[in-house]
């Protein structure tokens, strides 16, 4: 499956969620498939979760990465959800700048640990107060 076929054809975000599970360990993404969802090599996702690159293949359980990878899904959903299929959250997350935040996009933004900032933001678009 291509990275593009792996993000665009996911239609739901429970089918994203299910196949960014590890399969060794359930209760935990896998970050090989989280960086194939967002088309990131894993340097990256070892980047923005602030964690060394050989982390990510060495202890892909570590409590920074999953917390990372948690946080970045929490605002997938909630972009999924407003914007109303993952192909265009996952673009969205990775591509829009936000305006209320400097112009970063959500992706550094959860990268910088503001996912709860994000998923506010997300919320008030939501409501119809900003956008």
């Known amino acids: 499956m291509t990275k593009l076929a792996f993000a665009v054809g996911t239609q739901s975000f429970d089918g994203l969620l299910v196949q960014l599970k590890d399969e060794t360990r359930p209760a935990n993404i896998s970050p090989a498939k ?8 894993l340097q990256q996702v070892a980047e ?3 964690v060394h690159r050989n982390t990510v293949r060495n ?21 999924a959800d407003l914007r109303g299929n993952v192909g265009d959250a996952l673009f969205w997350y990775r591509n829009h700048p936000i ?30 107060a900003s956008g």
């Open 59 to 79: 202890n892909p359980y570590s409590p920074d990465l999953q917390r990372y990878m948690r946080d970045a899904v929490r605002v997938l959903q909630a972009a």
């Open 48 to 50: 923005l979760a602030h």
């Open 99 to 128: 305006r209320d935040f400097d112009r970063k996009t959500a992706d550094l933004l959860v990268g910088e640990g503001k996912a709860e900032a994000v998923l506010g933001y997300l919320s008030t678009l939501e409501a119809g």
């Open 34 to 41: 989280f960086a194939t969802a967002l088309d990131y090599p």
